[in-house]
């Protein structure tokens, strides 16, 4: 295995073009799993849209966004929900996947015999999970526009933007895939972090239903803000704060691949 050396952990990035061979290889060992990981991916917030949609929706009729507008329920659920899909599907793959390579199969520690940097497989990562999030929700875009829930051409913008969200969550599921002895250890992280951020940032009901204080922490989370930003889109209108929310997005991005980074390297020196 290359060393990692005596430098700092926290020491600016050592990026090249390299990360691209890493995530070319990615890419050609999911191409013989690529349908049955799209099935995977899609299936199940295809289930939520169809139950909660269309059998909540039912019931629910419409809801109110932003304390005026109203739409019905199932075009609300799904502007989250496709943020929802971009956070799971580039999590699983940061966390389950990128750690069967680096802990398991021992695949990183082969790439580094070549010159290749671990800043750079751990680039190659981050990026393939933000792609494979990207492929599950152009899919799911498509079963949405299919159902005639939205034909906004607002929407073409909302991929650049997914994109961004599916880097964000894989940067954050690469802190815990450092931070991680066994796959066991990634329930905390789906039990205690995940799921809690679905149910306040706004995915299956409106946010001003939450306490002033609860609103006022959800107003930071990064779900929240990817939500805050898509929803509009769907809509066919513009977000109103869509820098500020763009803002919290790559913040949390650098922040996140910064951490995840050093105790990457922290775990590779040990």
């Known amino acids: 295995m ?3 050396g005596a430098q700092s952990i926290w020491r600016r990035p050592d990026l090249s073009a ?13 191409r013989k799993l690529a349908i049955p990981s799209l099935v995977g991916n ?5 289930m939520w849209l169809v139950a909660f949609g269309y059998g909540m929706g039912a019931l629910v009729g419409e809801v109110s966004v932003g304390g005026s507008a109203k739409v019905p329920y199932i075009l609300f659920l799904a502007s989250g929900s496709i943020c929802m899909s ?3 599907a580039a999590s699983f793959e940061a966390l389950y996947s990128a750690f069967s390579r680096m802990h398991v199969q021992k695949t990183w520690d082969g790439i580094m015999n070549a010159p290749v940097s671990l800043d750079s497989v751990l680039l190659a990562e981050m990026l393939w999970a933000a792609f494979k999030a990207l492929f599950t929700v152009t899919a799911i875009l498509g079963v949405m526009l299919a159902l005639g ?13 997914l994109l961004l ?16 002895k066994g796959y066991d250890f990634f329930t905390y992280y789906f039990t205690l ?29 990064p779900l929240t803000n990817a ?17 500020r929310h763009g803002l919290v997005l790559l913040v949390y991005t650098v922040l996140a691949f910064w951490v995840a980074l050093a105790l990457t390297r922290k775990r590779f020196r040990s």
């Open 2 to 4: 290359k060393s990692v």
């Open 86 to 88: 971009a956070m799971n």
């Open 149 to 161: 829930i939205s034909h906004s051409p607002k929407l073409l913008l909302a991929w650049p933007i």
């Open 42 to 46: 899609i299936a199940e917030p295809l």
């Open 227 to 243: 939500v805050e930003i898509i929803r509009p889109l769907f809509m066919d209108q513009w977000p109103q704060a869509p820098l």
């Open 165 to 180: 969200v599916g880097m964000m969550f894989s940067c954050i599921a690469l802190i815990f895939n450092a931070l991680a």
């Open 193 to 221: 972090v995940l799921t809690p951020m679905m149910f306040l940032s706004g995915v299956f009901f409106p946010r001003e239903q939450l306490p002033t204080v609860v609103r006022i922490i959800s107003d930071w989370l």
């Open 18 to 30: 390299r990360w691209w061979p890493v995530f070319m290889r990615n890419m050609l060992v999911w």
